[in-house]
């Protein structure tokens, strides 16, 4: 799977339900706030009865454009309300496609003075890898909500800084996992962590793309090349998945790994890993065989189990799941998994209640990537994790 072809939906003119909700935030939504009850903690508990929590993106890049921006417009407690970017022409096309106000556009220097926006609830850092820490606690410095993409960070350490600095201001932290949000997913939680087929005993997990030689400066793919700004290649990209799909399946944290490198073309991949084979421990027995590559396409996790096995291939993308068991096909629709994953948030705000995906899960992953490379680095030996 190409990243073009990851990226499958595109941008619509404004809803009239967009409308609505942009209605619904402005008089009528102040008049509802000024009813609001006391304010606990730093970030303002958004009124329970207003209709929408106001999202800001920061960084307009291919996710935000592609995916988040247009999810944003068929999630039904969420809106967004603002963006950060450097660059003022896509601030100009943003204000205009999406009906955000002058006021509510920042850049990265002006950034902070989102604590006093009202409007924006949540702060979603869609940025290079080595942004996320950094602007995850300004954001939550500034008193607002937060959603942080995947990987959380490059390190474990940054990790704990973020989860420390959202509790300490009272905030939510919530990272991008929207396969969490996925009802194929859901299921496979479902079959492994209850055993409907018996223990799971082995799994094979792989996620991958192929970054062809002339897409090595497009802007996006640039940094993901780049060990400073990215932290790691293919694994701490899309390898990710592979890794939480082996947890969630599971439901266990895995003990030790062992892992190998492979480079084919070293010259593009000369800070960042190309291809890494992984092998993960779980505690009550269960191995997994993962891969990840930026060499090649594909997508899939698959487990067996005691009394059967199941599968989801193509698994990781933005839609397209199929399901199968040794019973026959998984009868499951898609979903916009990015509109669920932010309307769940929504919720966990109004119900002051944690993320299923907050910054646990994030870290618990980093753990995970940290022992794989250090497992590389010590020639394949095994590594205990955490
Ligand atoms: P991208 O390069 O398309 O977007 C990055 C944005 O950051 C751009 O708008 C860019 O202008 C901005 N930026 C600000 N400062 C920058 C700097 N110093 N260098 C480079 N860019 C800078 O990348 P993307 O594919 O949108 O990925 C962004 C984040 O979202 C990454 O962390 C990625 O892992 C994550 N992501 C998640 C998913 C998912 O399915 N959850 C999918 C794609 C990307």
Known sequence: ???????SQQIDAPTRRQFLKTLSRGAGGAALAASAAPLVGRAAPPDPHAETIGIALVGLGNYATGQLAPALQETTKCELTGIVTGTPSKAETWKQKYEIPDENVYNYETFDRIADNDEIDVIYVVLPNSM?????????????????EKPMATSVQECKDMIDACETA?????????????????????LGQKEVFGPVSVMQNGFGFRISDSA????????????EMAGGGALMDVGIYAIQGARYVTGEEPVA???QEYKTRPEVFSEVDETLFFQLEFPSGTVVDGSTTYNGNYNRLYATARDGWFEISPSYGYGGQK????????????????ARQMDAFADCIRQDRPSRVGGEEGLRDLQVIEAIYDSVAADGARVPVG
């Open 1 to 7: 799977m190409t990243m073009s072809s990851f990226q």
């Open 323 to 338: 399901g199968r068991t040794h019973e026959g096909p998984m009868d499951i629709e898609t979903v916009n998994q990015q």
């Open 216 to 227: 090595t400066d497009e802007p996006h793919i640039e940094w993901r090349l780049d060990k």
């Open 170 to 190: 009272g905030v939510k932290l919530s990272i991008g996992y929207r396969l969490h949000f996925e009802p194929h997913h859901q299921r496979v939680m479902t």
């Open 257 to 259: 790994v062992t892992a």
């Open 132 to 148: 996320h820490a950094e602007y995850t606690i300004r954001a939550a410095e500034a008193g607002k909500h937060v959603i942080c």
